[in-house]
């Protein structure tokens, strides 16, 4: 089996199940999460498409789910601020807007006007 590790986005390949102590051999972090479920729905009830699933809040952690069943990471994967800016302006035909750097931000916004 081959899916895609949600922390590090790795692809991993699989003849066995995974099990709960299982991790990424390229980043360590922890398979058995929610993240890497074939369940995880952010659109469902707990965020969990499996209804007779325990309730995990700790969705990046490992968990003991005895439902579990590993899925594909790679939709789940956190993009940064400045990817998700860029892909918007890319959407409406824009240039990317420019990073500014932290010190400007908070310099510009205690400026007096």
């Not at 952010?42 to 968990?63: F, I, M, T, W, Y």
């Amino acid at each position: 089996m081959a899916t895609t590790c949600y922390a590090c986005g790795a692809t991993l390949r699989f003849d066995a199940p995974v099990g709960r102590r299982s991790t990424c051999p390229e980043c360590d972090a922890d398979l058995h999460t929610c993240m890497n479920c074939r369940h995880y729905d952010e659109s469902a009830a707990h965020e969990c498409r499996e209804p007779q699933a325990d309730h995990v809040v700790d969705k990046d952690g490992l968990n003991a789910c005895d439902l579990f069943q590993l899925g594909d990471g790679a939709s789940r994967r956190r993009k940064s601020s400045r990817t998700a800016r860029s892909q918007l302006a890319a959407l409406f035909g824009e240039s990317a807007p420019e990073e500014e750097s932290p010190k400007d931000a908070l310099e510009a916004l205690f400026r007096k006007k």
